[in-house]
């Protein structure tokens, strides 16, 4: 019973393997899998660069909104303007001097 069963297996593969269908049907699968330009390697990759892409455009799209706030604030309010003009250029007035202020390494012992 079982050797029967295993030549009605056998039979049943070598004729799968005969038939010309299942044969392009295979190598196309095969092709389009492993050796096309848009196999799934590469669409794989792809699908990694347009996550991380996405992720940069939402990174940029926050930071120009912020510095976007940040213009309109500056354009508004002359104090701050004048604070930021203080703190980012190292800008004064005539009569005042400007001590910086460089916080250095520190060392362990």
């Given at each position: ?29 095969v092709w ?29 799209t926050k ?47």
């Amino acid at each position: 019973m079982m050797n029967y069963k295993l030549n009605f297996n056998m039979r049943r593969a070598l004729n799968l393997l005969r038939n010309k269908y299942f044969l392009v049907t295979a190598a196309f699968v095969v092709w389009m899998l492993f050796f096309d330009k848009n196999d799934l390697y590469t669409q794989f990759e792809h699908r990694q660069q347009l996550i991380k892409l996405e992720q940069e455009r939402d990174f940029y799209t926050k930071e120009t909104a912020q510095v976007a706030k940040e213009l309109d604030e500056l354009t508004s309010n002359p104090e701050k303007l004048e604070k930021f003009a203080r703190e980012k250029y190292l800008m004064k007035k005539a009569d005042e001097d400007v001590f910086v202020i460089v916080k250095g390494k520190k060392e362990d012992k």
